[in-house]
Nanobody, 128 residues
Framework: QLQLVESGGGLVQPGGSLRLSCAASGFTLDYYNIGWFRQAPGKEREGVSCISSSGGNTNYADSVKGRFTISRDNAKKTVYLQMNSLKPEDTAVYYC?????????????????????WGQGTQVTVSS
């Protein structure tokens, strides 16, 4: 079965950190750009970050720039999202997905691309 599986969510206090993982099952992750998205209750889905298949290009939403870092380990078929200095407004369900967009990979237009495989999501709650 071809799928992505997210993990690493949880409850954390403001200012804390979490590392999310997105693992591929049934396919080779190397060929795919991967995006992280989040959706809070009553809000639209937001594209948080993207990493190109080689890891050479990354992109971040302004709301997380300087606090979140995306990375990947193709040997482990896993993409990570390191989240530091978390704020209550980061509370959401976080999803990863494969991303197809016009070059450059994970450029500024990546949120307008198409998305293939999705994970089931992992809940992140930032609260004191």
């Amino acid at each position: 079965q071809l799928q992505l599986v997210e993990s690493g969510g949880g409850l954390v206090q403001p200012g804390g950190s979490l590392r999310l993982s997105c693992a591929a099952s049934g396919f080779t992750l190397d060929y795919y750009n991967i995006g992280w998205f989040r959706q809070a209750p009553g809000k639209e889905r937001e594209g948080v970050s993207c990493i190109s298949s080689s890891g050479g290009n990354t992109n971040y939403a302004d709301s997380v720039k300087g606090r979140f870092t995306i990375s990947r380990d193709n040997a482990k078929k896993t993409v990570y999202l390191q989240m530091n200095s978390l704020k209550p407004e980061d509370t959401a369900v976080y999803y990863c997905a494969t991303v197809f967009n016009l070059p450059p990979q994970c450029g500024s237009n990546w949120r307008k691309g198409s998305f293939g495989y999705w994970g089931q999501g992992t809940q992140v709650t930032v609260s004191s």
